[in-house]
């Protein structure tokens, strides 16, 4: 994936400069801002970035633009080739003997993604530490994926093709968008899905990371958490699937699906309308608690 391949790059820069003494010599320099400026149709988008912010605005001219407000010692691609826009680092600083990987990074870092409003083919975003929020004014038919180690991402899409959300400890809120199938699987980040129609198969996979699914419809739901708690308020799947260690599972259900609810410790509490202990529709737990009812 595209984020270990930048991960990998960070740590073979810091060992070559570590062997070859040169660490301490070299200073990230100066915050500055770089600007360019784009007339070309952009159809596709792929970022690739450290320890950059990334924001999505609306240009007021139709036109592309893009902002960079970083080191001076970080070079940076940025490019308009057969329809896509490329923003990629190429080089990274390195700031009082460390390399610039997330653990020093300044808030004034970003990159600022101006284009006009509207239905773009693809995105495709990996970040180690930024931060990605893209609003309500931007569409994509086709795949929307980000990969992020502690970055959060804060997104409204009008629309997307299938989306994907790879994550260690960087939070997720998916807002008010539909799209085709959904794949999200964190370590710790926190997921809350809000207003999300979902025209596919609806997967989340965490460690300790809280669920939380609001006003959300799947055709298919499977969520699985070790210690995290799941919290369904309004959930509306044709079929649903949910295990836990010792995360509780609570909140209501908008479908007329009945469950299967098991837990080896903890209490269950759902109403006789919604148990059915020969149905495919399971809610397991070890040692966590299970409350559900109908909305």
């Known amino acids: 994936m595209k ?3 930048m991960i990998l790059a960070v740590l073979m820069a810091a060992l070559v400069l570590t062997l070859t003494g040169c660490v301490s010599s070299l200073r990230p320099g100066n915050i500055v801002e770089k600007n360019w400026d784009f007339t070309e149709t952009v159809r596709d988008i792929d970022i690739s970035e450290v320890s950059c912010d990334v924001e999505f605005l609306v240009s007021g001219d139709g036109g592309c633009h893009v902002m960079a407000r970083d080191f001076e010692k970080v070079i940076r691609t940025v490019e308009v080739t057969g329809g896509t826009l490329r923003i990629e680092s190429t080089e990274f600083p390195v700031r009082n003997g460390f390399l610039s990987f997330g653990f020093f990074e300044d ?3 970003k990159i600022e993604v101006s284009l006009p409003a509207g239905e ?3 995105l495709q975003i990996a970040t180690v530490s930024g931060d990605v929020e893209i609003p309500k004014d931007f569409s994509f038919g086709g795949d929307f994926s ?3 180690v502690s970055g959060d991402a804060a997104l409204e899409p009008g629309k997307c093709g299938d989306f994907s959300y790879t994550s260690v400890s960087g939070d997720l809120r998916l807002n008010r968008t539909s ?9 710790s980040g926190d997921l809350k899905l809000n207003g999300v129609d979902a025209g596919g198969k609806l997967t989340v996979e965490t460690i300790s990371g809280e669920i939380s699914l609001k006003a959300v419809r799947a ?3 499977d969520l699985g958490t070790t210690s995290g708690d799941v919290t369904l308020d309004d959930l509306d799947t044709g079929s649903l699937k949910v295990g836990t260690v010792s995360g509780d599972v609570t909140g209501t259900l908008a479908s007329d699906i009945r469950i299967k609810a098991d837990s080896t410790s903890g209490t269950i ?3 006789d309308t919604l148990k059915d202990s020969g149905s495919s529709n399971t ?3 070890v040692s966590g608690d299970i409350s559900l009812d109908r909305e």
């Open 283 to 285: 809610v397991t737990t």
């Open 146 to 148: 980000i990969e992020s």
């Open 3 to 5: 984020i270990r391949k």
């Open 269 to 271: 509490r759902i109403p």
């Open 120 to 122: 773009y083919e693809s």
């Open 179 to 187: 799209c085709g199938s959904v794949r999200i699987a964190t370590t």
């Open 107 to 109: 808030k004034k870092q």
């Open 219 to 221: 055709d298919d739901t």
